[in-house]
Structure formats: C-alpha cells, structure tokens
Nanobody, 125 residues
Framework: QVQLVESGGGLVQAGGSLRLSCAAS????????MGWFRQAPGKEREFVAA????????YHADSVKGRFTISRDNAKNTVYLQMNRLKPEDTAVYYC??????????????????WGQGTQVTVSS
C-alpha cells in the first residue's frame, strides 16, 4: 500500500498560480507512475496529468496543456502540479493517484491503484 496526501489547494483569482503537492508514504515511491485528476461538483472525475516513475515522460490533458506542469522528486517522495494562468473552470477537488504500471501513462482513473483524499482549488473570476 502507498498512502498519498495532497496539499497546496486554495482560493486564487483567475490568472493566478498554485502549486499542488502530493506526498507519498509506504511502498517505494519510484515503483509508481503518478497522476493528477480533478472533479468539479456534479461532474465525473477527469484526468489532468501523468508522469512516469522517473519523471522522464509526462502527459497533460488538452484542457491544461501549456498552463499546468506535472513533476516529481523521488528523493522527497513527492509529485507536484504547477498550475499557472488558472481559469474559473479549473475549480475542482484535485486528487493525486499512484499507478503500479510505473512506465505507462494512463488517463483512465480505473488504472490507478491508490488515491489521496483531495485538495480543493477554487478560482474566482
């Protein structure tokens, strides 16, 4: 098992920035690819970004490409999501997730084995 705890959410004005962090404990962090998802009220949980085990490969959803960047620091057992030029439609609870595939970058939430509790991001217009 791996335990995931997100932090860094909050209230920000449109055009602003936030950096989310997800700290992992338990199993070896570098055994997992990692992903970020988000869920707005009344909507399905959707893919945001994914990163492979060593950070050498990343993938971002079209809706955030060029604005958000996923990264990881295996020495700190942490994955990050840098969010710039935030829009009101980015408002959601953001979740990090761990994927045992290690190498493949999955966009489907069913491929992820472990989830954090989420952190709220609210972008005001």
């Amino acid at each position: 098992q791996v335990q995931l705890v997100e932090s860094g959410g909050g209230l920000v004005q449109a055009g602003g920035s936030l950096r989310l962090s997800c700290a992992a404990s338990g199993r070896t962090f570098s055994n997992y690819a990692m992903g970020w998802f988000r869920q707005a009220p009344g909507k399905e949980r959707e893919f945001v970004a994914a990163i492979n085990w060593n950070g050498g490969s990343t993938y971002h959803a079209d809706s955030v490409k060029g604005r958000f960047t996923i990264s990881r620091d295996n020495a700190k057992n942490t994955v990050y999501l840098q969010m710039n030029r935030l829009k009101p439609e980015d408002t959601a609870v953001y979740y990090c997730a761990a994927d045992r595939s290690r190498v493949q970058l999955h966009v489907s939430k069913v491929e992820y084995d472990h989830w954090g509790q989420g952190t709220q991001v609210t972008v005001s217009s």
